[in-house]
C-alpha cells in the first residue's frame, strides 16, 4: 500500500515542480496514448500498449499518470481547449454570420487534420459519452463542451437575428446539426491527411472541405428567406 502512495506523492511532486523535462516527457506519454486509444480504442488499451508505444516500461508511466483515464481526459482537454476558444473568438467578431460560420467551420476543419486523432476522440466520446464505459468527460470536458456548443449557437442566433438565417426549427436543433455536421467529418476522418494511407493527402484541403460544407448548411439556411415573402 505504500508504493502506490509514494509514487503519488513523487508524481505530484514533479508535476508540482514543473520542470521543462517532466512536462516534454509527460507530453509525450499523452502523445503516445492518444496514439494508440485511436488504433485500439479506449476499452482495449492497457498502460502496457502505451508503453510499448514508447518503448518504455509500464512502470515508468505511472510517474507521469495514474490510469490510463487520467490520460485519455488529458488528450480530450488538450484536443477541445484550442479549438473552442477559437471558434467564440470568431463568434465575437465583426465579420457577418454567414462568414463566421465559414471561417469557423475551416478553422475547425485545418484543426481536425493538423491535431488528428486527437479531435477524432474527442468528437467519438462527446456523441456517446457511454460508449467508454467509466472514462466518460469529466466536469473541465463537458465545461469545454458546452462553451463549443454555445460559440455555435451565438453565430447561428445572431444570423437569425438579422435576417440571414431562417428556419422553422429551434436554435437548440440548428445548432446541434450544424455541429453533427463537423463531427460526422472528423469521424470518418475524411478531413484528415492520415485517412488517406496511398496519397497522405485528404479528398480537399481541409479549409476547402470547411467552407464547403458551411455554404452547404447557408444554402439550407437562406432558401426559405429568399422565397419568404
Not at 472541405?209 to 452547404?216: F, Q
Amino acid at each position: 500500500m505504500t508504493k502506490p502512495a509514494s509514487l503519488g506523492r513523487r508524481r505530484a511532486a514533479a508535476a508540482a515542480d514543473s520542470s521543462d523535462f517532466y512536462k516534454e516527457r509527460r507530453q509525450a506519454v499523452i502523445d503516445a496514448a492518444a496514439r494508440v486509444f485511436q488504433e485500439r480504442g479506449y476499452e482495449a488499451t492497457t498502460f502496457v500498449h502505451i508503453a510499448e508505444e514508447l518503448q518504455t516500461d509500464r512502470a515508468s508511466l505511472y510517474y507521469y499518470a495514474s490510469s490510463k483515464k487520467q490520460l485519455f481526459e488529458e488528450v480530450v482537454r488538450q484536443a477541445s481547449q484550442a479549438n473552442v476558444e477559437a471558434v467564440e473568438a470568431v463568434a465575437r467578431g465583426a465579420e457577418s454570420p454567414s462568414e463566421k460560420l465559414r471561417i469557423a467551420f475551416s478553422w475547425l476543419m485545418e484543426s481536425y487534420s493538423s491535431n488528428y486523432p486527437y479531435f477524432r476522440l474527442f468528437i467519438q466520446l462527446y456523441l456517446n459519452e457511454s460508449a467508454t464505459g467509466a472514462a466518460g468527460l469529466d466536469k473541465e470536458n463537458r465545461i469545454w463542451a458546452e462553451r463549443y456548443y454555445k460559440a455555435i449557437r451565438s453565430i447561428i442566433e445572431q444570423g437569425v437575428a438579422n435576417g440571414e438565417f431562417t428556419s422553422d426549427l429551434p436554435l437548440g436543433i440548428l445548432t446541434i446539426g450544424v455541429i453533427g455536421t463537423a463531427n460526422w467529418i472528423q469521424v470518418t476522418g475524411i478531413g484528415s491527411a492520415r485517412h488517406h494511407s496511398k496519397s497522405k493527402k485528404p479528398l480537399l484541403p481541409p479549409r476547402d472541405i470547411g467552407r464547403g460544407l458551411a455554404d452547404l448548411l447557408l444554402n439550407g439556411l437562406k432558401q426559405r428567406s429568399d422565397h419568404k415573402t
